[in-house]
């Protein structure tokens, strides 16, 4: 190859060329900034993908596994339908957006696959931990069914669960006790409801219906009453 | 005064190239044969094409001179751009580098002996022949730390600097490509004696 090689020097032709196109070394701020900005989307990504994890764990531990039979005729449905899409789409999104963020800082490369891996898994694990237990996932989860659009179709919770009269499954804030037989309640979508006790079972039996506490009920609509009426077997605190 | 500025170390050349573009004419002398051969050798012998390659390298480099990090050595940070530049200029063309290009005389046997812990001398012309059908040989995987290791006479440290890669995955690379070297050797004894 030595032969081939045209060892002539390229260096004045470099230097005219720098001086005749001005080409200027890029600022030193657009390499700090551009490093910190991977940096950031790494930071950014970690929490998304720490309240994915905290709100796919809290979705699932939060649910009534054992009524499933009185909602769909499967587990398998179920399950199907009460996937939280949504967050496990962002969680998976934003591993990737980490990766390739991490990958592209100044140092990142420096870290072996596996090392960065499992130092990110066990960042993820605590945070998402610290947000199931400090209930911020729950809040989170009801502050977007409130507010955001199409939240509650793309993720379905115990809410829309116990929000099926007709199936028998009925939810939300006990509002007036009129006497031991019979209390008014306002579901979550503030209708109200008569609701009358007949053999009732309460789950755990130490639990006392106050008003204003939060209960879910199985038990089925009165047909026909005057009134929006649920006869409740079943009470269990929410 | 020109004496005075080979004596300056890489950082410092690129700091004063900061201040003066004509020192940047130093950085490029120092640098611009073994890049060019390097080029070479990862481009699978691109000769018409070099030039141009080696001309987007510098130019490169220079606006990229304030985002050279003193914590990693000049040439490692050159190499990298180089390399990356001569893959980028390979997928334009598309052309895929099949295999490397190792030279006989470019290739640091001493350091493969000593690598290897072979019993044996590879230093005739004949055993390097050998030695060079056998590297060119090894998995494509292989042949960036290879080359690096073997031609470049790059430490792990480095290697990992220009291809990006943990340290931990270029000693493994390093490992498996020398132990298929080895083998390789072992099995063809009669053509190292």
Avoid at chain 1, 63 to 69: G, K, L, N, P
Avoid at chain 2, 134 to 139: E, F
Avoid at chain 2, 156 to 182: C, F, H, M, N
């Amino acid at each position: 190859m030595a032969e081939e090689i045209n060892n002539k020097d390229i260096s004045n032709d470099i230097l005219n060329k720098i001086k005749c196109d001005k080409i200027c070394p890029t600022p030193k701020w657009c390499f700090v900034c551009k490093n910190y900005a991977s940096w950031l989307i790494v930071f950014i990504s970690g929490l998304i993908i720490s309240l994915s994890l905290s709100l796919m764990a809290f979705l699932f531990i939060s649910h009534d596994w054992d009524i499933y039979q009185l909602e769909s005729e499967n587990i398998a449905r179920h399950i199907l339908v009460y996937t939280p899409y949504l967050w496990i789409i962002l969680f998976l999104l934003f591993i990737l957006l980490a990766v390739y963020n991490f990958n592209k800082t100044e140092d990142g490369y420096k870290f072996g696959f596996i090392r960065s891996i499992f130092t990110g898994l066990l960042i993820v694990v605590i945070l998402s931990s610290f947000m199931m237990i400090t209930g911020l996932s729950s809040k989170i989860n009801d502050n977007f069914r409130q507010d955001m659009p199409g939240y509650k179709v793309l993720v379905r919770d115990r809410c829309d669960i116990w929000d099926d009269p007709e199936k028998g499954l009925l939810s939300g804030r006990v509002q007036e006790i009129k006497n031991d037989e019979e209390f008014i309640l306002n579901d979550f979508k503030d209708n109200s409801w008569q609701v009358r006790k007949e053999n009732v079972k309460i789950i755990p039996p130490e639990f006392i219906i106050k008003e204003g506490g939060n209960i879910k009920m199985i038990g089925r609509i009165c047909d026909p009453c005057p009134v929006r009426t649920f006869i409740v077997n079943t009470i269990k605190p929410w | 005064m020109e004496e005075n500025i080979l004596e300056k170390s890489d950082a410092d050349l690129v700091s004063l190239s900061l201040e003066n573009s004509e020192f940047y004419g130093f950085l490029i002398q120092r640098y611009q044969e073994r890049l060019k051969r390097y080029i070479l050798r990862i481009a699978g012998g691109v000769y018409n094409d070099v030039d141009d390659i080696l001309q987007d390298v510098f130019i490169k480099v220079y606006k990229n001179l304030n985002g050279y990090n003193p914590k990693l050595k000049f040439s490692s940070w050159i190499y990298r751009i180089t390399h990356n530049e001569t893959i980028s200029f390979l997928r334009k063309i598309n052309r895929k580098p099949t295999t490397y290009n190792f030279e006989i005389d470019a290739v640091k046997v001493k350091t493969i002996e000593e690598d290897l812990t072979l019993d044996q001398k590879l230093d005739n012309a004949k055993v390097k022949e050998n030695l060079l059908r056998i590297i060119n040989n090894l998995d494509k995987k292989y042949q960036d730390v290879v080359m690096l290791r073997y031609t470049e006479d790059k430490d792990y440290q480095e290697i990992s600097d220009i291809l990006r890669k943990p340290q931990g995955t270029v000693a493994t690379l390093l490992r498996q490509a020398k132990s298929q070297l080895k083998e390789e050797i072992l099995k063809n004894q009669h053509l190292f004696s």
